[in-house]
């Protein structure tokens, strides 16, 4: 499938890894619909892709709430979908109690199996589509702080595999990147903990948001890839530590 002229939803796409992964659809041809809670960072991210030459509107909305779920599930021209935005805390389990766990499987997991729920059976209406789901390497290699943060996300690679076995007869094919560490101004406080995590892997430094809106641009247009979990780790899961 083609990105050109297709519309693409991009949840969480005001910063970060989302606002890249929008700049690269868009300049790629897509009609981007920026997502997010605060407006001023919305309509920064469209003015940024529109004077770029591309194609892009916003639409403020929080997933958490119903009323903001509801206005994005009642997109009736959505071709892409990327279920970007998320929540990550990492703490032992012992610290994690039922309203952490609750945000982290609600962001991580709740909506983004009930606004393809929604969007999904439109796609197929219209000939067919692609949903990428953002990961995390979380979800395959444990640590002593990422039960709960891990759990949502294997959860969301598990929907991913499903979904292809659901939807891909009909046209929609669903994949999702497991992204390693990355520095995004979300992260800017913990960079030297991410320097240290990269370097010893081949790519030798924590990702880009950039790198990472490259592989869902490629999974968004890969017409044979169905329930795959494409890992960008920087080669840290594929070769044995350094000693």
Known sequence: M??????????????????????????????????????????????????????????????????????????????????????????????????????????????????????????????GGSVVNVSTVAARVGTATSAAYGASKAGLESLTRAWAAEFGPSGVRVNAVAAGPTHTPGTDAFLPVLEALTAATPAGRPLRPEEVADAIAYLAEADYLHGASLVVDGGASAVAPSR
């Not at 790629?28 to 892709?49: L, S, W, Y």
């Open 2 to 127: 083609t990105i050109h002229g297709r519309t693409a939803l991009v949840t969480g796409s005001t910063s970060g890894i989302g606002r890249a992964a929008a700049e690269t659809l868009a300049a790629r041809g897509a009609r981007v619909i920026i997502t997010g809670r605060d407006p001023a960072k919305a309509e920064a991210v469209v003015a940024g892709i529109v004077s770029a030459g591309g194609s892009a509107s916003a639409v403020i909305a929080d997933l958490a709430d119903p009323e903001g779920f509801a206005v994005l599930a009642g997109l009736d021209d959505v071709d892409i979908l990327v279920n970007n935005a998320g929540y990550y805390r990492f703490v032992p389990t012992s610290m994690t109690d039922a309203t952490l766990f609750e945000a982290l499987s609600g962001a991580n997991l709740r909506a983004p199996f009930f606004l393809g729920q929604a969007l999904i059976p439109r796609m197929i209406e219209r000939g």
